[in-house]
DNA sequence: TATGAATGAGTCAATATGACACAATAGTAA
DNA sequence: TTACTATTGTGTCATATTGACTCATTCATA
C-alpha cells in the first residue's frame, strides 16, 4: 500500500478537483477574554504571516457550508452560527511569492494555470463565541491557532487586517437590530456580563441603569434565580436568553425607526 | 479579413481567458414610476426567462468595478453607485439546460469541464435609479430591457427572484441608518418627492409633517426656493442634498442606539 | 372673491433616552 | 452584633423623539 501523501502536496496536486477555482471564504471568529475583544488567527508551518481560518468551497457545498466546514477544520471548532458579512474582490488579493515556494519545497510541478495561483474573491464570514468555551486547535497546515488583541494584531497576509476591521464595523451596526451574546455566554448570565459583551464590542462605556432597561425592553430574556458570587455587594440577579424570542429578533430584527 | 464572429459564440469559446471562473455579480436596479417600486430585467434572445443584469469578473478587475462594467454593458446605465449586499452560493444554482441548447445552435463544442458549466457563486448589488433619468438598452445578447413592478414579477431564470427579494430586504434595512435619494431625484425635488420613495421603499404610508420632521433633523438638506407647479394649492419648498453632508451620513451612517 | 387642495408649522400626549440618586443587599472587619 | 464597602435593583427627572393630530396659509381656478 502506498504512503500516505503529505495533504499540502496533495491538495497542490488535487485541490482542484475538489474546490471551486476563485472563491474562498474567510472567517472572523471573535472571542471574549477579560473584556477585551479578540480574533482567532491561525499561522502556517511554513510562514511567519498570521491569517485567518479560511479556505476553499467544495464545488457541490453551499457557502454557507463551505465556511463552516473550513471553520471545523482548521480550528477544530463546530457549531458555531457564522454570519456572512461582505465579499471581498480587489484583483490582486494574493500574493503568490510564498505559495511557490511552497511548490518548489514541495517538488510540486505547476504553471501559471495553477488553480491556486489564481486571482480569488473571499467570501467573508464573522462569528462570536465565547473564549473559555472553545478550545481551538491548529489544522496540520499550521502550527498555531491563538487569540490576538485587536489592538494588537501581527502581522497579516494579504488584506486580511481589512477583512477583520470590516467584520467588526458591520457586528456594531448589526448590534442596532439583532441581539448579540446567544453563544457568547454560560446558559446563565448576570446583567452585567451581558453589558460587558456590548461595551467591549462597542468598546465605549455604557450607563448600567440604561443598559439594563434597554435590553430587558426587548423581552428576549428570561429572569432566573440570584446568583451569589462571594463578593462583598448585592448579589445580582442571573438571566437567561429567551431561545424563541432570541431567533426571532434575530431574523425579524429589534425594531425599527421608519 | 475574417468575418466578425457571433459575440455569443466568442464569448462561449474565448470567455475563459477573459473572466474568473466561478464567479458572477447580479446586479439589482431598483426604479421609480408612478410611485412604483421597479426592477430592471433583461430578457435573453434564446430563452424566455427574465433575468438581473449580471455577468462575469474580469481576471484583473475589482468585483465593484465588475457590477459596474457589467450593468453599462448590458443596459447602458452607467455612472450609477452600486452597494454590495449578499453573495449567493447555492450549489446548483445554474440550470444548464438552456445553455446546452446553445452550445449546440451554435455548433460550440463543448465538455461538462466548460468553464459555463460549472457551479456559480454571486455577488448581489443593488442600486436606486431615477426611472425617468435613465434609458435602458438590451445588449446584444438580450432583446429586451425592462422594468418590472415588483409584485407582478415575470418567471426568472435561477434565484434571481430570492436575490432580488433579498436586496430589497437589505435595502429597507439600510434606510435607517443610510440617507436615500441622491441619485433617485432630481437637483431640486419637494419634501413630497423624497416622501413617496421612502413610502414606495418601505410599502407603507408615513406621515407627512413627521417625515419632514425626521428627515430634516438629519441634516442633510438644504432648502431652496419655493416650486409653483401651477397646482391650485400651496407652493412646496424645494429641496436639495447638501452633498458634502448626504456623502458623509452614506459613511459615517445617521447615527445610533447603542 | 370664494373655493378646494396641499403645504408649513405647531400642539400634545406617549415613549425613549441619558444622567443620576438611593435604598437594598452580601460579604468582611470590628 | 454592628459598622463598612462594593455592587446591585430600582426610581427619578429633565430632555429628546415619536406618532397622531390641528390649523392657518397659499396657490390656482371657478
Redesign the pocket.
Known sequence: MKQKENPLKDFLLKGHLRYMPGVSVDNVIFGFHENQLKVLLLQANTGKFWMLPGGFVQKNEHIDEAAARVLQTRTGLDNIFLQQFHTFGQPRRSSNKALIETFHSLEVPYDHDHWLLQRFVSIGYYALVEYEKVHPQPDELSRACTWHDLDKLPSLLLDHKEIIMKALEELRLRLNYQPVGYNLLPEQF???NLQSIYETLLDREL????F???IL?FGILDRKR?H??????????LYSFNQKKYFRALEKGLGR?F
Do not use: E, I, L, Q
Open positions: 448576570t446583567m452585567k450607563d448600567r441603569a440604561n439594563s432597561r434597554k425592553s440570584k451569589f458570587t462571594g463578593g462583598a455587594h448585592k448579589a445580582p440577579f425607526d
